[in-house]
């Protein structure tokens, strides 16, 4: 009979580190009856049990022949990273990589001329004799298919760095490759001998034979210093060409896959052989991310198989439940955990890259620490090696069916308490679990509470993680049973105040990544959960945690700020900014200056007089000079809104009532902003100036009406109809409830009011002192009607504060609105650096003050 590939796959998992590959292991139970102490008949019994057991079957999908494994594509993305860094260093360090090239040519002159003709000899046989040897005896060991992947990833190395030679010497000679990385040098700047040897041995993987590894990159790295000396190759070359190399070789392999490295069931059960389990029949169970599981029914003999007969449940199918981790999965998830570990400010002792033998230890000290302090969890009954890629831990098995397989009957408050008690042994021991989501938690079918999955654990945990276990169950139960129900079993078992250290960490950015996709679809249950444990010890203060180092929207916004500065570099690239200070007149800039100041207090006006509660003005003018620090990082129509709600939740304001209140302000000043430039625009219109151009056009009225026809069709489609009324019902909920409190008081009003048409003022005054400064004039309707215009298309554009499209709409209505080209450039930067640019020092100054106060 031909022999299949999980046989194959068998053999060679169930092999021992010392035993070669490829040939299949002899699995021999000692003959009882050859120990004379041992009474014959339960020797016999116990070798027909283990010939019973050899016959053992394994139901279990068969497993594909070939798989992608993570690695390959973390390594493909590292060396492609590698290419781009070697590009940017030599494009940001030229004098420091032309000096290394020539260190390194002065060196060589020193070596003895016969010794490095002796190397360029060597490697120029070797660097393709090596590979071509270690293929024919990959091909005589009937290893053919790896020779052919290997083969592939050299001819498409081969091809592209022909292809990236032709086309860039021909079409850009003295370009950024051949100027900056091979110093203007006329040879091909890949170098194609090289690239497909670097291809072929990441293709066809050496790992294992370390002799051949080291012959072969002995022989590239005398091919490189051969390059060197000769000096037709630089540093910055050969690193270029080893990503490149690399990169090729790991994308061959990730696109066409590898033969598939994992063991078998019929492998994990040889495994438990040796053991002393002696297994009846196996089924592989559903996976669990990364690991595999199978039930296993253990024969009657052996020693671990009779530990598992006594550990067994009355009735249950399985005695023992293997989980398998296979070494290709160990990377599975490592950029998210490198990303969290990064992220993150939990002093945690994880790592994002975990060998197989680690991730071994790491899951059974937990079993151990956790079955030692008592809490219930699968006792773990041994662990084995699989061959060299894979090892399994062996557990007794637990009948019963995790949180997200329960109905909502089944979560009686009995089992919720039984949970807490069990987090309350692991706490005391100082054990963390890391993953404590919904596959975590186990309902026997006893009723009782166990805790499995304890791949992520940690013994000796800190404090900070004890309390993110905490807040990850108390949202876990909580999207299952309810804030309250899940708050009030905690508190019965870990009383109110363990429940108040967990508060501050009840964060999105806390959970798990399930979770956080879970919390979509309720997303003010973490508020829910922290006022169910404030009912319960409100006088309790826990200070705020910052788990953040920062957060993924401020590499966004470096993103979006480097970009609407290549917006507005080309409009003040050709501006005199030497020129520009000294023609200025300094009256009309500390004019300027005085408006700019003038809309900090008007912005402070404004938020107060739609809070009902009192503010103190010192603290809400602080928070307004700090949006102008926060608008580097976000676009313009944000900061204010975000920074000003969280102003007033740290005041002691409920979340609601707090967007209320912003949504308000907002709101009034959007229709007062819409009113005037309506007003001004039909006076200036109406007007016989220079400003004509400015007055409502045809042109203006189609627009008009096609969006209103727009927005006509979209309100008569059901879906989109609803979906804007709920988004709109949701930002505007709490507006009139806040609006009528102000409306009770006339101070309120005139504060409000008088603060949204100051800010106008102020902004339109330093616009007009920035005209001034540079001897230009224009009536002041057509500044108003250019400041509010720009303004309206700053607050709707993406970038940080309007960048780009603020600038270029003021000069396009001064322009037009007949002010000298040069005078409106003059008078744009002027504004913007006395309204953007110059508050930013200030800004960061009471951002950090308040920061400190913990007033935002």
């Not at 092999?15 to 040939?23: I, R, V």
């Not at 116990?46 to 139901?59: K, M």
């Not at 070939?66 to 590009?87: C, H, Q, T, Y």
Request: proline share 6%.
């Amino acid at each position: 009979m031909t022999p299949t590939h999980d046989d194959a796959v068998a053999r060679k998992g169930a092999a021992s580190p010392g035993e070669p590959a490829g040939e299949e292991p002899e699995v021999r139970a000692e003959d009882p009856a050859e120990d004379p102490t041992e009474d014959p008949g339960e020797a016999e019994r116990r070798l027909a049990a283990f010939r019973a057991a050899a016959a053992s079957t394994v139901h279990e999908p068969s497993q594909p022949q070939r798989i992608r494994r993570p690695a390959d594509a973390i390594k493909f993305a590292a060396s492609v990273a590698g290419v781009v860094g070697v590009l940017l260093l030599v494009n940001f360090a030229k004098g420091t990589t032309l000096g290394l090239q020539t260190d390194i040519r002065e060196g060589t002159k020193q070596a003895p001329h016969l010794l490095l003709s002796l190397a360029t000899l060597i490697s120029s046989f070797g660097v393709l004799a090596v590979p071509v040897a270690f293929a024919v005896e990959r091909l005589l060991r009937r290893d053919g298919l790896r020779v052919a992947v290997a083969l592939l990833a050299a001819v498409i190395a081969f091809a592209l760095t022909v292809l990236l030679d032709g086309w860039e010497i021909p079409a850009a000679p003295g370009g950024v490759l051949d100027s900056l990385i091979w110093g203007g040098s006329r040879t091909a700047p890949l170098h194609t001998d090289i690239t497909p040897v670097i291809a072929f041995v990441t293709a066809v993987r050496m790992t294992g034979r370390p002799r051949w590894q080291a012959i072969t990159w002995t022989m590239i790295g005398l091919a490189a210093l051969t390059g060197l000396t000769a000096q037709y190759a630089s540093v910055s070359a050969l690193a270029a060409t080893y990503f490149l190399g690399r990169a090729i070789g790991y994308g061959t392999l990730y696109a066409v896959g590898t033969p598939n490295p994992r063991p078998p069931g019929t492998a994990v059960m040889a495994a438990l052989r040796r053991l002393g389990v002696v297994p009846a029949r196996a089924r592989r169970l559903p996976d669990l991310d990364e690991v595999r599981r199978y039930g296993v029914a253990a024969a009657d003999g052996g020693r671990l198989g009779e530990a598992a007969r006594d550990a067994a449940r009355p009735g249950a199918e399985w005695q023992l439940e293997v989980t398998v981790l296979d070494r290709d999965q160990q990377t599975a998830g490592m950029p998210y955990r490198v990303w969290r570990l990064v992220r993150l400010r939990d002093r945690s002792t994880r790592r994002a890259v975990r060998s197989l033998r680690r991730s071994l230890e790491q899951e059974s000290l937990m079993a151990y620490a956790l079955r030692s302090a008592g809490a219930r969890t699968p006792r773990l009954l041994g662990t084995s090696d699989v061959g060299t890629e894979a090892a399994l831990l062996a557990y007794e098995y637990v009948p019963g069916r995790t949180l997200a397989a329960l109905s909502d009957d089944e979560l009686t408050d009995p089992f919720l308490i039984d949970i807490w008690r069990q987090m309350e042994l692991m706490q005391a021991a100082r054990l963390a679990h890391r993953r404590l989501e919904q596959g975590a938690v186990l309902r026997g079918d006893d009723g009782a509470a166990w805790i499995v999955d304890l791949r992520a654990g940690e013994v000796a945990a800190t404090d900070l993680v004890l309390r993110l276990d905490l807040a990850q169950m108390l949202t876990t139960l909580a999207l299952r049973v309810g804030a309250e129900r899940a708050v009030a079993a905690a508190a019965e078992v870990l009383g109110a105040r363990a429940l108040a250290t967990a508060a501050p960490l009840l964060q999105r950015v806390a959970l798990n990544r399930d979770t956080r996709s879970a919390l979509r679809h309720d997303r003010e249950l973490l508020t829910r959960i922290r006022e169910q444990i404030l009912r319960l010890e409100p006088e309790i203060e826990v200070p705020p945690v910052r788990l953040e180092r920062f957060r993924p929207r401020t590499i966004i916004s470096i993103i979006a700020l480097t970009i609407a500065a290549y917006i507005v570099f080309p409009q003040v690239s050709n501006v005199d900014i030497g020129g520009l200070l000294a023609n200025a007149e300094w009256w009309w800039v500390a004019v300027g200056v005085a408006g700019s100041a003038a809309t900090y207090l008007a912005a402070a006006w404004m938020l107060m007089g739609f809070v009902p509660e009192r503010l103190p003005l010192g603290r809400t003018l602080l928070v307004q000079m700090a949006a102008s620090f926060v608008k580097l990082v976000a676009p313009a129509a944000v900061t204010g809104v975000a920074l000003n709600t969280r102003y007033l939740q740290r005041a002691g304001i409920r979340p609601g009532p707090a967007v209320a209140s912003v949504s308000a302000s907002q709101l009034t000043g959007l229709a007062i902003h819409v009113l005037l430039l309506v007003l001004f625009g039909f006076i200036t219109g109406s007007a016989d100036n220079a400003t004509k151009n400015l007055a409502p056009s045809r042109m203006i009225v189609i627009v008009l009406l096609a969006v209103a026809v727009a927005t006509g069709i979209a309100a008569a489609i059901p879906p989109v109809r609803r979906r804007a009324a709920d988004r709109l019902r949701s930002m505007f909920s709490g507006v009139v409830p806040r609006m009528a409190d102000v409306l009770q008081s006339p101070r309120k009003l005139i504060t409000g009011f008088g603060g949204t048409l100051l800010l106008t003022a102020g902004f339109v005054l330093c616009l007009d002192a920035s005209i001034r400064a540079f001897g230009g004039e224009l009536e002041w309707t057509a500044v108003v009607v250019v400041f509010l215009t720009a303004n309206a298309v700053g607050s709707a554009a993406p970038t940080p504060g309007g960048l780009g499209a603020v600038e270029g709409a003021l000069a396009f209505g001064l322009t037009i609105s007949g002010l000298p080209k040069e005078t409106a450039t003059s008078a744009v930067v002027l504004f913007r650096l006395l309204t953007f640019w110059l508050p930013v020092l200030p800004g960061w100054a009471a951002f950090t003050y308040l920061q400190r106060k913990e007033a935002i």
